[in-house]
């Protein structure tokens, strides 16, 4: 063959394999959230380099073969670093249903389950928070044992890559949400291939400042982790049988004020749900932290009288680096029949976790200990069974 046929057809190949291989997207991270009903949607998030613009998702029901197609839309990464952050939302799924969407025809193919929208069978889910803190292999140790659960969910309660300065003075380091989001991505995963999705609240390390800070001072958490609302707080509805309050213990939303309001109204709308569950960063009863912490305080004062009244079944803490369970309270004394039950204190990923008081120390605690953990929780019918996991 002449030299200059070959090179013609070299750079036809060539050209075929851009074609073919040049756009593909090549995602940092592929991410789940759930926003709408869970039983019939899901909302799909990916990061990509600034250079891959495109947001269409390629979605099937497992068994079926033929794609559908939809667009989602992406901003930049905040402060000007190279990355865009994609989502787009799927509705009109069928309960309790497997999933397949790729990025890309030529790109890896990801599955997801939906939600039940009846209780005719188990739901599992975990807890946990306080989770980059230290080396990256806790935090990848407990993703793994996590997803070998098999959870249809995961609920994260702050305090998620420590990513956000104390002073003002500093900007937030991108790395460590980049590092938290890979990790997510290739450890949170079931045995059968399903990705995890999350609901997600804010703790005191994603906003610069800590405390009373507006959301502009959260710009990266919001930028990844944006609700419909625009808010610090949601509640998550799983068709008739349960709803998850997500609530801002007072880092870009204040305790008291609009938000304890929209948390009564929502909970007063939902007075026949058999399972209710509220998460927040910040400890109502803390397992490590003074009693009389001014957040901790505020929360007793302004949301506890809410969650009694209303019949919230447990509300799950964090913050405070152990683990903790206390006695079911209600009006400030220990009650079986009527009393919340508070599950904590966060420490997903922390290498060396804090000791907790003794449960003589603290008449509120049932039992403490410290140890890395997350709370495996269990729906059987009406009946709720919780599982702290080391």
């Known amino acids: 063959m002449p030299k200059r046929f070959r090179n013609f057809i070299l750079l036809i190949l060539i050209g075929v394999a851009s074609l073919a291989f040049g756009d593909a997207i ?25 250079n891959q613009e495109s947001d269409k ?77 230290d080396e990256t292999k806790y935090f990848a140790e407990m993703n793994v044992t996590a997803a070998a659960t ?50 997600i609240t804010i703790g005191n390390h994603e906003v610069i400042g800590r405390y009373d800070q507006p959301p502009e001072r959260a710009k990266f958490f919001y930028s ?15 068709d008739h049988y349960m709803s998850i309050w997500v609530l801002d213990s007072g880092h870009t939303h204040p305790i008291d004020g609009k938000q304890k309001e929209w948390l009564e109204t929502t909970l007063n709308q939902r007075n026949e749900l058999p399972h209710k569950f509220a998460v927040y960063h910040v400890p109502a009863y803390p397992s490590v932290r003074k009693v009389k912490g001014s957040i901790s305080k505020q929360i007793r004062e302004l949301w506890i009288p809410i969650f009694e009244d209303h019949g919230i079944n447990t509300a799950f803490e964090h913050h405070d680096h152990a683990y903790k369970r206390t006695h ?63």
Request: net charge positive.
């Open 26 to 50: 090549d995602p940092v991270s592929v991410y789940l959230t759930l926003e709408g009903n869970p039983s019939t949607s899901i909302t799909i998030r990916w990061v990509t380099d600034k």
């Open 57 to 133: 998702v390629e979605f099937r029901q497992g068994g079926y073969p033929h794609w559908q197609s939809v667009e989602g839309s992406h901003i930049p990464m905040p402060d000007g670093h190279p990355y865009n952050i994609h989502h787009t939302q799927l509705n009109g799924l069928k309960p309790n249903t497997d999933y397949l969407f790729r990025l890309d025809a030529e790109g890896p193919v990801y599955k997801f389950r939906t939600l039940p929208n009846k209780l005719h069978e188990p739901i599992r889910f975990v807890v946990g928070g306080d989770m980059l803190h």
């Open 150 to 199: 098999d959870p249809m969910f995961a609920v994260l309660g702050g305090d998620i890559a420590y990513s956000a300065p104390k002073l003002n003075l500093f900007k937030e380091d991108v790395s460590r949400w980049i590092n938290w989001l890979q990790i997510w991505f290739k450890t949170m995963v079931t045995k059968d291939g399903r990705l995890i999705p999350i609901v």
């Open 224 to 238: 990844l982790f944006k609700w419909p609302t625009q808010g610090g707080y949601q509640v998550i509805d799983f």
């Open 328 to 390: 079911p309270i209600y009006k400030g004394q220990i009650d079986s029949n009527k009393g919340v039950l508070y599950l904590g204190d966060g420490a997903w990923g922390v290498k060396k976790p804090r000791t907790p008081k003794s449960p003589n120390d603290r008449w509120y605690l049932a039992k403490t200990k410290s140890t890395r953990h997350f709370i495996l929780v269990t729906l059987y019918g009406l009946k709720r069974h919780y599982k702290a996991i080391d």
